[in-house]
Each structure stands twice: as C-alpha cells, then as structure tokens.
C-alpha cells in the first residue's frame, strides 16, 4: 500500500516542481487515489489474510477441532457468507466509491499540476519564473490583496487591491483590480489608473481535465466508443469472476490441515499460480488492444479455461 502512495506522489509531482508548499495537497490528493487501487489487491490481500489464518488456526490444533463441532452445513454456510460480503463490498468499491473519489483525486491532481507550473508563493513573494515577481499582504485560494507586482519583461511596476489566477484557453492570466500601473521601457513611460488589467502569461499552458477510464463505472465502460474502454469493462467482468475464484480458494485455504514441509510449499505454489493468472490477463488485454486476430470471444474463453484448470489444480493440492 505504501508503494501505491508514493508512486501516486511522484506521479502528480514530476522531479522538476518544487513541492515544499504544495505536500499537504499532495497527500490529500493521494488519499482521494487510494480506492482505485485496492481493489486490484484486494484477491492478494484476501489470499495472504487466508494463509495467515490458516497458520494461526493450525498453531493450535483450531482446525481439527473445528472439524469436529461444526456441521458441513454450517460450513459451507460460513463459506457463502464470506464470500456474499467480500463480494458486495469489492463491488460498491469498484463501481460507486472509487470512481466517486477518482474523480476528486484528478482534480486535485491538475489544480496542483497547474499551481505547480506557476510556482508556489512563500513569505508573502509569489514569483513566475523570471516573468513577474508579486509581493502582497494575504492570500485567500487563488486570490491576493494589496498587492505590489513588477512585470520584468515590460519594465511594469503595478500596485493594486487585488490580483486573481484565471484560466483562458491554454494559457494563464494574472487579473490586476482597483490599481495603478506604471511603466518605463523604451517604447513607452507612463502612469495610469485602472480598475481592472490583464495581463496574459503565455508560456505557461494549464493541463485540462481527461477523463480515463477510471472515471467510468463497468457498464459506463463496456457502452463507449472507444475500443480500449470497452476492454477495460470487460477485465472488470473478468475481476469480478476471479475475485469469487480466489474467495472459493482462500475459505478452502482457511480450512486446510498439512504437514509443515506440504503446507509452505502448496500455499507457495497456489499464491504463484493465482498470480500467473493476473498477468496472463494483462497480457490478453494487450492482445485485445493490439491485435486484430484477438477478439472478446478468445479472451473469455481463454480465461475459462485457465481458470477452470487452475481451479481443478489447486483443488488437489488442498484436500
């Protein structure tokens, strides 16, 4: 988890930006990201919660003795309940709560991409590059009062109320309200006052909003246009499945009494082949993105056969 965290940090920072003043967004940013990851690990982490119960209840001889008391209805009972609630909570996670929280996280995201690209103020100074320096009294959002601006490019020193970051089109503007500019180049020396002035920063483009395919919910997916959308749904189809297979395994798992030399080596085995299937997924997914003999039909039943083989497989190796 804490691998995510950081590669999500570094993501939005990039090694360029300066981020002394921008960390506490950064991982309030972060936070907002953190569902759209656990899900992918949410089969390992139940596969890992299983083999560590397991060797607890194993400890203590629980598992024998739990045998003993407990009715096969009771236990394939235990089994449906578990995996009803592990499944219930995977899907409001993937459908509603991940992409609720996306969706704040990549607004996050560009708000500090684009105050990052400007600069961050510090000590009352707020400075562009060497485009234009402001020095003010407060600061409230993307607002500063009572403020003092020298523009280095026109010889301009401007003093005003107020100064607003706007966005037009690509660019960003510096918006000066209730002022006075003055300016000594060699094109022009004047005084003037103003109640509003713009001024364009035309080498600073702001990123925009895109919307990725973790903005969008599996039915969302599978209706759009675009082909890799449209596969994505269906590997969402296909996680859904292989969360009910690692379930099935990981209750099994919970169950199983083994000789120590037999138990390490077939959970080992079991976790390796569980995540064999997940890259042999990604790797249909590409087939699916880059190939023109691969279609939806291959994948499904490649996956079904991998699966049920797999199943099959471990089934021997923990009864």
């Not at 607002?143 to 966005?167: C, G, H, K, W």
């Amino acid at each position: 988890m804490g691998l995510i965290w950081i590669s999500q940090i570094l993501r939005i920072i990039e090694i360029e930006y300066a981020i002394a003043g921008q960390i506490f967004e950064i991982a309030i940013a972060t936070i907002f990201a953190l569902p759209s990851f656990i899900n992918p690990l949410i089969p390992f982490l139940i596969l890992v919660a299983s083999f560590s119960l397991n060797n607890k209840l194993n400890s203590y001889n629980e598992i024998i003795i739990i045998k003993q008391y407990l009715s096969r209805r009771s236990v394939l009972g235990l089994y449906l309940t578990s995996i009803v609630i592990i499944f219930s909570i995977f899907l409001l996670n993937n459908e509603l709560v991940s992409k609720n929280f996306y969706a704040k996280y990549k607004i996050k995201e560009l708000e500090i991409r684009n105050n990052l690209k400007l600069g961050s103020p510090s000590n009352n100074e707020f400075h562009i590059d060497q485009i234009i320096s402001i020095f003010f009294e407060e600061k409230k959002d993307g607002t500063f009062f009572d403020i003092q601006a020298i523009i280095y490019p026109e010889n301009q020193f401007i003093s005003a109320e107020l100064v607003q970051i706007e966005l037009s089109k690509s660019n960003f503007n510096l918006v000066f309200e209730k002022g006075e500019r003055l300016i000594l180049n060699d094109k022009e020396k004047s005084k003037t006052l103003f109640n509003k002035f713009t001024y364009p920063i035309t080498n600073k483009q702001y990123e925009i909003l895109l919307m990725d395919k973790e903005h969008y919910n599996t039915f969302e997916l599978l209706k759009h246009k675009t082909k890799d959308f449209k596969f994505h749904g269906h590997n969402n189809i296909f996680q859904y499945f292989f969360l009910l297979f690692v379930s099935i395994i990981s209750i099994n798992i919970i169950f199983l009494h083994q000789n120590k030399k037999s138990y390490i080596k077939n959970l080992s085995l079991i976790f390796f082949i569980i995540l064999i299937i997940q890259i042999i997924n990604s790797y249909l997914q590409y087939l699916l993105n880059n190939s023109a003999f691969f279609n939806i039909k291959y994948y499904y039943i490649t996956l079904i056969f991998l699966i049920s083989g797999a199943y099959l497989f471990i089934r021997k190796i923990i009864r």
